[in-house]
Nanobody, 130 residues
Framework: QVQLAESGGGWVQTGASLTLSCAAS????????IGWFRHPPRKGREFVSV????????YYAESVKGRFTISRDNATNTVHLRTNSAKSEDTGLYYC???????????????????????WGEGTLVTVFQ
């Protein structure tokens, strides 16, 4: 089972850039999709974005589409989530998650309510301030 470790959280000013990284280790990534969920204050956990490792297909929640970019680095087995314009609503605890690509794509396209998470990271806190 793959292990995930997030980094890059912290305090970010509104409108500034933010990059989160998720390093994967201990497993085979070729059949997996790795993505991000976040837990804003006083709200439930929400899906942000995911990338399928085999072909780099990237998918986003409507709330972040156009502002966030997800990418993968095959050399370091790391997934990056970037925005060039952080907003206050981006504040939250961000978790990296991995699941089988087939299950994840069913979730992304609304065929299943389950992301099919096999591994979670411990989370990294992002606070966007004025």
């Amino acid at each position: 089972q793959v292990q995930l470790a997030e980094s890059g959280g912290g305090w970010v000013q509104t409108g500034a850039s933010l990059t989160l990284s998720c390093a994967a280790s201990g497993g085979t990534l070729s059949n997996l999709a790795i993505g991000w969920f976040r837990h804003p204050p006083r709200k439930g956990r929400e899906f942000v974005s995911v990338i399928t490792w085999s072909d780099g297909g990237a998918y986003y929640a409507e709330s972040v589409k156009g502002r966030f970019t997800i990418s993968r680095d095959n050399a370091t087995n790391t997934v990056h989530l970037r925005t060039n314009s952080a907003k206050s609503e981006d504040t939250g605890l961000y978790y990296c998650a991995a699941g089988a690509s087939s299950a994840v794509l069913d979730y992304v396209f609304g065929r299943s309510p389950y992301f099919g998470v096999e591994s979670w990271g411990e989370g990294t806190l992002v606070t966007v301030f004025q």
